[in-house]
C-alpha cells in the first residue's frame, strides 16, 4: 500500500527536478543527468506514488526533497547496470595485467642479469644504462617539474654514493613483478565495491548502490536526510524503473526480496 498521490506532492518533486534541470542547462553541466530528468518529468503518472511517499517522509522540506533526487539523478546517470558491468571488467582485466606484469618481469630480469654476466665476463660494453637515476633522467626528459628541481638534486646525491648504495635495473624490474604479483584488487567507492561483489551486471546492483547512496545521506545536519527517513518498496521500484528507462520493470516485491537477501548476507 502506497500513500496516495497528491497534486502538492508532485508539484513539489517535479519543481525540484525543473530547478535541477535548469542550473545543468545554464551551466552546461550533467547533460546525462539532464536525460533522466526529462523522462522523469514525461512518465509523472507512473512516479505519482513516488512522489507522495517521498513528501510524506520529508514534508514540505524542499531542501531535503532537492537531496533525494539528486541522489537517484546521480545513481541513474553514472551508477547504471551497464556501467556497474564495465567496473567488473575493468576489475578482472586490471588482475590479469597485474599477473601478466609478473610474469614479464621475471622474464625481462631474467634476461637483463644475462646481459650484464655476458658483458663482465667478455669485457663488453653496449652501451645500455646501468644506473637507475641514468633511467630516471631518461624518463624525465619532456617533466619540467623533475627538471627544473630534481634533477640537480638527485645529481648531487648519485655523486655522493657509489653503485653500491642503489639498487641495479635487473632489482627494479623485479621489485615491479614482486609488487603487480601481490596486488589485490580493492575497490574504491560505492559502484566499484558493488560491481566486483556482484555476479553479474543487475538491477539489483544499481538499487544498493543507490539504497547505500540515501543511507549515507540519513543524519546529515548539513540539509541531509532525516535520520529515520526509509522510502516503501514500490517507491524504489518506480524511481527505478523510470530513471533507468526499464523495458523489464520492477515492482514493489522485487525490492523487497532483494532488501531480505543483504538481511540474510550480513
Not at 35 to 47: A, F, G, P, S, Y
Not at 109 to 136: F, K, M, N, P, Y
Request: aromatic content about 6%; charged content about 30%.
Amino acid at each position: 500500500m502506497t500513500d496516495k498521490p497528491t497534486p502538492d506532492s508532485t508539484i513539489m518533486c517535479e519543481d525540484s527536478l525543473r530547478e535541477e534541470r535548469s542550473y545543468n542547462l545554464e551551466n552546461e553541466i550533467l547533460p546525462s543527468e539532464t536525460r533522466v530528468i526529462d523522462r522523469m518529468l514525461e512518465r509523472t503518472l507512473e512516479l505519482e506514488g513516488a512522489y507522495a511517499d517521498s513528501c510524506a517522509k520529508l514534508g514540505a522540506d524542499m531542501r531535503a526533497i532537492r537531496v533525494l533526487f539528486s541522489l537517484v539523478l546521480s545513481c541513474a546517470a553514472f551508477r547504471t547496470p551497464d556501467s556497474i558491468d564495465n567496473v567488473r571488467r575493468d576489475a578482472r582485466r586490471l588482475g590479469e595485467v597485474n599477473a601478466d606484469i609478473a610474469k614479464h618481469a621475471v622474464r625481462l630480469a631474467r634476461v637483463l642479469q644475462e646481459r650484464t654476466r655476458v658483458q663482465d665476463r667478455s669485457s663488453l660494453c653496449s652501451g645500455t644504462r646501468s644506473h637507475i637515476c641514468d633511467l630516471i633522467d631518461d624518463a624525465s626528459q619532456d617533466n619540467g617539474f623533475y627538471n627544473s628541481w630534481l634533477k640537480e638534486r638527485l645529481s648531487v646525491l648519485r655523486g655522493q654514493f657509489d653503485m653500491k648504495y642503489w639498487p641495479n635495473v635487473e632489482q627494479i624490474v623485479t621489485a615491479i613483478g614482486e609488487d603487480a604479483g601481490r596486488a589485490q584488487i580493492a575497490p574504491i567507492g560505492d559502484m566499484a565495491e558493488v560491481a566486483v561483489q556482484s555476479p553479474r551486471p543487475s538491477k539489483a546492483s544499481f538499487l544498493r548502490i543507490l539504497f547505500r547512496k540515501i543511507e549515507d545521506a540519513k543524519g546529515d545536519d548539513d540539509g541531509g536526510l532525516p535520520s529515520n527517513f526509509h522510502l516503501r518498496d514500490e517507491t524504489y521500484a518506480a524511481l527505478t524503473s523510470v530513471s533507468l528507462d526499464l523495458d523489464d520493470m520492477i515492482d514493489g516485491p522485487f525490492v523487497k526480496r532483494l532488501r531480505q537477501q543483504d538481511r540474510e548476507m550480513r
